[in-house]
């Protein structure tokens, strides 16, 4: 049964009528307090009731005025509520705030009398305020309806006022709107063959909010005129195949291709303009990306349309990274220009309203790490979000309330019509322009078909869909506005929409037919199989102390905290004293400095991650006077990148996927997300799954981005233990990422390079570091200065032994193998512990070797400190059974047993279980 479209408005504050009553009690203590134009506005008010005092009825009526201003007031807060911002299906609204003379004690007579400065200082070509009244209900009720009331930036809503009422007409000559026409029959011509010739074919049609494409294309020509030159759009599948013919410039061979199960690069007749990639397993057509550049603008102008996945709103914080990374600049001091980019993201109706990575996104807006300069936001608003109507999807009126909890303008329009439309980006853009802020463009049209073409929605949304099937597509009622303006005739009208299919006719034909791709081998390229090669990662001991200098230099004036200041001073025992190790945080350090000299830009992100979760960073110091900060890492000698460190907000999803999207638009740099507690990063867990670990085998999109994922059981519970290791071994395959859990402060520094040197390769690829927390001052895994100024990462880290006598292997990796190695009181020749310090890709050799050059091996054991069912033990089991000897039947395994929870809760209890793990590894 369908749903009722009675809708209960809801009750808003007036801060217009509040401003103006503030303003009046200023005015009533001191005029020259307000504006001029208030002074004028309240010195007339006084002097008409003093008129009407004392009988004099020739000035204004001072009722009448301030019962006027009272209906301007509602008009722009309300008009929304009455506007004409449906194609279909409008929505019956019940309790209003009225609008309406006779609620306000006017009438026509009454605002005739009235001058029209009153209603706004932009109407004064209409003779009264009637006539102003009239025009301002047209700016507020029309096509176009603004929500702006709620900004709390007294400038932004002025701004917004006038701009909406000064410059008020949507003018265009006869030549834009035939070509804007011959776009819309283009758009349509699109989708009408395609559900002709492909019967039953999922390409989630745009018909309904075709006037998205015009909207992109009136954006790309207004940056143009500012010299924009790159725009970054994120959308879901709905309409993307339409945007990436139209938009992108995606050739129509190419997208029938696609549906004909060929390949469509073979069809790309301009890759030096139009770049496309593949991933070897592939996608569906309606998640892939592209890139063009183009000069239609008459500036060079590069569009990129980001690769996204069916979790519909994930990729707004991957663009908005991508946004940033293209605004960086790779100087030593990190510029941003918000002139250089712009992100245009395309939401859906249900999706805006209903997924918590929106809020997360829109948070991000204004944030100095994470801010882009304003983005422009666009619901495709479809009425329905499946076969959900939004009675049953939102507890808002409108989809794109929530925007508003954040001062964003909100800018609701007709997708029928057009022309209003391009307005609507016009008025967005050039507050973007001005305020550097977000807005949303709410477009509000229809879904011709079901929510994929084969669904049938009248089973489900009968009263919606009759509206729909009894409405003409856009190109038939905007080329029959034209006719009947005049601008072209039926005739001109039929031969432009016939062309328009004839165009995909002609295109279709060019497709060989016998020539489909059918290997379904889907092989893993050679050079991902091939794998990183192992290299020096040294840095000779001059440049590491001249590092250090640059580290300990401050400036004369800045006054770190004295307690810090001692902490960071036992920094220099590495370089002048024999005993002296580089403890964790050191070490990175000293990593970080050296990647910004071989020319590698660092951005590192997370909650807390300038002084580290555990206090140990301190990347950013603070002058305890001033409160001024200063970033060492910012002033090292011969540094050819910058140095980017930021705090961020508490989230991990929507900070996660900006990182992914920074570090896949600037493959050079090593971009670095730290979680708090790894335990804290489930909440990105589809960012890992649907970015990170599959985007080079589904799209071709290379990453190095790094995480670090705070780990080790001890004893602090459940979520301040765990990672959720397993869960990235789990996906693990085709060399798609690195993920190690370290014991060595040297090899922290040594596997840093090493992913530094790999960025921007044809191998880079994400790395997962399951980071330490009591490790981090642990003196067993800090090293000495030597071990940093030769050697390269390792796999697993072997302690000498005698051949001979090795009847025991444990092997393990991280803390745990830390506390064995403290609890094992003496030397014990028939037992090796090894620390596996890449668990992927699996050092298959170097074990194989190892446990080959064992003759008297009796036992191989795995121990870890996570239970049975998570860690590690599952992805390494199947791999070490293959390589042990005859004579061992089967992989002791060593540690807590099979838990549905991953840690226990009591100190106490954890202290007895880790034992037990401890004495079992060390019993021979």
């Not at 856009?474 to 005739?491: F, K, N, P, Q, R």
């Not at 890492?633 to 996660?656: C, D, G, M, R």
């Not at 690829?765 to 981090?776: E, H, Q």
Request: glycine letters at 6%; aromatic letters at 8%.
């Amino acid at each position: 049964m369908s749903k009722s479209k009675t809708e209960q408005s809801p009750v808003r504050f007036n801060q217009n009528l509040a401003y103006l009553l503030e303003q009046h009690d200023m005015f009533l203590n001191d005029p020259n307090s307000v504006s001029d134009e208030m002074k004028t506005l309240f010195g007339e008010l006084s002097s008409t009731q003093s008129d009407a005092n004392n009988g004099n009825q020739g000035g204004l009526n001072g009722l009448h005025v301030k019962n006027l201003i009272r209906l301007v007031d509602h008009i722009r807060t309300y008009g929304h509520l009455y506007a004409d911002i449906y194609p279909v299906h409008e929505p019956n609204r019940e309790d209003l705030p009225s609008i309406s003379y006779e609620s306000h004690d006017l009438d026509e007579t009454i605002l005739k009398s009235l001058p029209s400065s009153l209603v706004s200082d932009h109407f004064k070509d209409k003779e009264n305020a009637y006539e102003a009244i009239e025009h301002l209900k047209d700016l507020y009720q029309g096509p176009i309806a603004y929500e702006y009331t709620h900004i709390n930036n007294d400038m932004e809503r002025q701004w917004l006022k006038e701009t909406i009422e000064q410059h008020d007409k949507v003018e265009m000559n006869n030549d834009e709107r035939i070509s804007l026409f011959n776009h819309l029959a283009k758009v349509q011509g699109f989708e009408k063959y395609i559900h002709k010739n492909f019967v039953g074919a999922k390409r989630f049609s745009i018909e309904g909010v075709d006037s998205l494409v015009p909207l992109l294309k009136k954006l790309q020509q207004l940056m143009a005129v500012d010299q924009i030159s790159n725009l970054q759009i994120g959308m879901a599948h709905r309409g993307r195949l339409n945007v990436l013919t139209h938009v992108l410039n995606k050739s129509y061979e190419m997208m029938l291709a696609e549906f004909m199960h060929e390949n469509p690069i073979d069809y790309n007749e301009n890759p030096e303009k139009l770049s496309v990639t593949q991933g070897w397993t592939g996608d569906v057509k309606y998640h892939l990306g592209a890139t063009t550049k183009t000069n239609e603008f008459d500036i060079d102008q590069t569009i990129e349309l980001a690769n996204n996945p069916s979790h519909l709103e994930i990729t707004a914080p991957v663009v908005l990274g991508k946004t940033r990374a293209t605004q960086t600049s790779d100087e030593t001091n990190g510029q941003v220009d918000y002139n250089k980019s712009i992100a245009a993201i395309i939401h859906g109706d249900a999706a805006f309203s209903g997924q918590g990575i929106v809020a997360e996104t829109l948070n991000l807006s204004q944030l100095p790490g994470y801010c882009v300069g304003g983005t422009i936001h666009i619901i495709t608003n479809n009425l329905i979000g499946f076969t959900t109507e939004p009675d049953d999807g939102r507890s808002g009126l409108y989809s794109s309330d929530i925007a508003k909890g954040y001062d964003v303008p909100i800018i609701h329009v007709n997708a029928d019509k057009v022309e209003h439309v391009l307005r609507a980006v016009e008025v967005a853009y050039l507050y973007r322009q001005k305020f550097n802020k977000d807005v949303v463009i709410d477009l509000i049209g229809y879904r011709r078909y079901g929510h994929n073409e084969m669904d049938e929605p009248m089973a489900t949304n009968p009263l919606l869909y009759k509206d729909v099937k009894s409405h003409d597509p856009i190109d038939e009622l905007y080329g029959s506005i034209l006719v009947e303006d005049g601008v072209i005739s039926e005739e001109d009208k039929s031969t432009t929409i016939e062309s328009a299919f004839n165009a995909m006719k002609s295109a279709h034909q060019k497709i060989n037919k016998s020539d489909q791709n059918k290997d379904a081998s889907l092989r893993t390229p050679e050079h991902i199989n091939s794998g990183y090669k192992q290299i020096d990662t040294g840095v000779d001991l001059e440049t590491l102390k001249q590092i250090q200098n640059d580290l300990m230099n401050y400036p004369d004036d800045f006054k770190v905290f004295s307690k810090l200041k001692k902490i960071l001073q036992r920094r220099n025992d590495p370089f002048e004293k024999e005993t002296g190790k580089v403890d964790w945080a050191h070490a990175e350090a000293l990593a970080f400095a050296s990647i910004l000299q071989d020319g590698y830009p660092v951005r590192l992100t997370g909650q807390d991650s300038e002084r580290g979760t555990f206090a140990h960073r301190h990347a950013v110091l603070h002058d305890e006077e001033s409160g001024r900060e200063f970033t060492p890492l910012q002033h090292i000698t011969n540094a050819k990148a910058p140095f980017i460190i930021h705090n961020s907000p508490l989230s991990e999803a929507a900070v996660v996927a900006f990182e992914y999207g920074y570090n896949v638009q600037k493959k050079n740099a090593l971009t670095i997300w730290e979680a708090q507690f790894g335990d804290f990063g489930n909440m990105a867990q589809m960012i890992y799954d649907n970015f990170i670990s599959a985007s080079n085998a589904k799209w071709g999109e290379q990453s190095g981005f790094a995480m670090f994922l705070p780990h080790g059981y001890e004893g602090q519970g459940p979520e301040h233990s765990s990672s959720r290791i397993e869960r990235f071994l789990q996906s693990a395959a085709e060399n798609n990422w690195t993920v190690a859990n370290l014991t060595s402060t040297a090899n922290y520094f040594h596997l840093l390079r090493r992913q530094a040197h790999h960025l921007d390769t044809d191998v880079m690829r994400p790395l997962v570091l399951a980071s330490p927390k009591s490790l981090l001052r642990n003196q067993t895994v800090a090293d000495t200065i030597d071990q940093f100024t030769t050697g390269h990462f390792k796999t697993v880290i072997i302690p000498s032994y005698k051949k001979t006598k090795v009847k025991k292997l444990v092997i393990g990796s991280g803390k745990v193998i830390i506390d064995i190695k403290e609890a094992q009181k003496e030397e014990n020749d028939e037992l090796l512990i090894v620390s596996l310090e890449q668990i992927y890709p699996f050092p298959t050799e170097k074990l194989e070797s190892l446990i080959k050059d064992l003759p008297k091996l009796e036992e191989v054991a795995f121990v870890q400190e996570e239970p049975r069912n998570m860690g590690f033990y599952s992805f390494v089991r199947p791999l070490l059974s293959e390589m042990l000897p005859s004579k061992i039947k089967e992989l002791t395994y060593i540690g807590r047993p099979r838990r549905a929870s991953t840690s226990e809760g009591d100190p106490e209890m954890h202290k007895h279980n880790q034992q037990d793990i401890i004495n079992l590894a060390l019993k021979l």
